[in-house]
């Protein structure tokens, strides 16, 4: 019997090839667009990944922009609504509401589907690369994993991923864990010539700790509740339909409409937001104003500072290019504010709601409110600090 001999196969050892990108941002919100438009603009390799297959799904904010941002950044006049000057602000009663009037224009709301699109195009034009149906799925040592595309390695991960940001644990950085919960109903309105109004309501029957509010864009009327999920005597969505059903201010629907909602971080920004290859922006950072809870205005200043302390650390990998980016900074220059957050949060009752009202309505009062609605003062810029505010 002739001797079988053995035949040995020459396996070539599989190598799969990684992509390497300089920056990799999770969340293709206004934040994750603007700063990776700005890092693009820099020359760096940009990859944006965001789970939503569309920007236009899913819209969680009512798109108002406040006079501080239009006045500072290139917004697309089309895509805005007509400007608002007054402020109509009511007690639980809805009985004889405060009218503040501003001699600006105060605010616009904008459609905000054509607004991230346009930031997509932006950021596409700037050389970014942006991959939608892309879940994040985890990230360690510099490789990125996903759940729908092949993993990445990158030098920085940008996390603008939302108010509960898995980057945020993933890398190591603070979490918002004071959250409040928004919702809104947005139906079409048929033209009228009448000048808008920014309807306010505080309520803590439907908005513990905050505000209820109407509002429209020329184009669809936005109606919608904000406050301590704890403290809700019922869900949002019967808060919200109640509040609805006789919200001062509402235009009648010219057709059906949709309901929006999303968590709100309420803590006045988070302190570690930054880190070696790694930082936050948007509502991921805590970027909204802890009083007003506007978020717009913070989360494009902030996306402006993160891509100039991303691109310096990326060009020199010194780390001190990421002092800059100092969350507890900013928290010391929100002290005034977090403190009248305490006090709209402890308004738990009717009662203290009307008499918070009554209050205002006196000449300092009425001041006040002006300050907080028409002030300069949305969202500070954090200043440049010496000491090491990532160490830790």
């Given at each position: 019997m002739p001797c079988r001999r053995?035949?040995?196969?020459?396996?070539?050892?599989?190598?799969?090839?990684?992509?390497?990108?300089?920056?990799?941002?999770?969340?293709?919100?206004?934040?994750?667009?603007?700063?990776?438009?700005?890092?693009?603009?820099?020359?760096?390799?940009?990859?944006?990944?965001?789970?939503?297959?569309s920007l236009s799904a899913g819209i969680r904010t009512t798109g108002i922009f406040v006079r501080r941002t239009l006045d500072d950044f290139d917004l697309p006049d089309h895509l805005l609504g007509p400007a608002i000057r007054d402020v109509l602000l009511y007690p639980p009663?809805?009985?004889?509401?405060?009218?503040?009037?501003?001699?600006?224009?105060?605010?616009?709301?904008?459609?905000m589907a054509g607004i991230y699109e346009h930031a997509h195009r932006a950021a596409e034009a700037a050389g970014a690369q942006i991959a939608l149906g892309v879940r994040y799925a985890g990230a360690a040592m510099g490789l990125v994993r996903f759940a729908g595309a092949d993993p990445v390695t990158t030098r920085f991960v940008v996390g603008a991923d939302g108010a509960r940001s898995t980057v945020a644990r993933d890398l190591g950085l603070d979490v918002n864990r004071?959250?409040?919960?928004?919702?809104?109903?947005?139906?079409?309105?048929?033209?009228?010539?009448?000048?808008?109004?920014?309807?306010?309501?505080?309520?803590?029957?439907?908005?513990?700790?905050?505000?209820?509010?109407?509002?429209?864009?020329?184009?669809?009327?936005?109606?919608?509740?904000?406050?301590?999920?704890?403290?809700?005597?019922?869900?949002?969505?019967?808060?919200?339909?109640?509040f609805a059903a006789h919200a001062p201010g509402r235009t009648a629907a010219a057709g059906p409409g949709v309901r929006r909602g999303r968590p709100i971080p309420g803590g006045g920004?988070?302190?570690?937001?930054?880190?070696?290859?790694?930082?936050?922006?948007?509502?991921?950072?805590?970027?909204?104003?802890?009083?007003?809870?506007?978020?717009?205005?913070?989360c494009l200043r902030?996306?402006?500072?993160?891509?100039?302390?991303?691109?310096?650390?990326?060009?020199?990998?010194?780390?001190?290019?990421?002092?800059?980016?100092?969350?507890?900074?900013?928290?010391?220059?929100?002290?005034?504010?977090?403190?009248?957050?305490?006090?709209?949060?402890?308004i738990r009752s009717p009662a203290a709601a009307e008499a918070a009202v009554a209050a205002l309505r006196t000449r300092a009062g009425r001041a006040v409110a002006a300050r907080i609605l028409f002030g300069d003062g949305s969202f500070p810029t954090v200043a440049p600090v010496t000491a090491n505010p990532l160490a830790g």
């Open positions: 053995s035949r040995r196969r020459n396996i070539a050892p599989t190598v799969t090839s990684v992509r390497s990108v300089d920056v990799l941002v999770v969340g293709a919100g206004l934040a994750g667009l603007h700063t990776a438009r700005l890092l693009a603009e820099q020359g760096f390799d940009v990859v944006v990944v965001d789970r939503r297959r009663s809805r009985r004889a509401p405060i009218r503040l009037t501003s001699d600006r224009d105060e605010y616009r709301v904008a459609d004071r959250l409040l919960v928004g919702a809104e109903i947005v139906h079409p309105i048929a033209p009228t010539t009448a000048a808008p109004t920014f309807h306010c309501v505080l309520d803590p029957r439907v908005a513990p700790g905050y505000l209820a509010w109407v509002i429209d864009d020329g184009q669809h009327a936005h109606i919608g509740v904000a406050g301590y999920p704890g403290a809700m005597r019922a869900g949002i969505r019967h808060l919200l339909e109640e920004g988070l302190r570690r937001v930054g880190g070696p290859g790694r930082l936050l922006v948007g509502d991921a950072a805590g970027a909204v104003s802890p009083l007003t809870a506007g978020g717009l205005d913070p902030m996306s402006e500072l993160a891509a100039k302390v991303a691109g310096g650390y990326l060009r020199t990998g010194d780390q001190r290019e990421l002092y800059r980016y100092d969350g507890s900074a900013l928290r010391a220059r929100f002290r005034g504010r977090l403190l009248l957050r305490r006090a709209l949060a402890g």
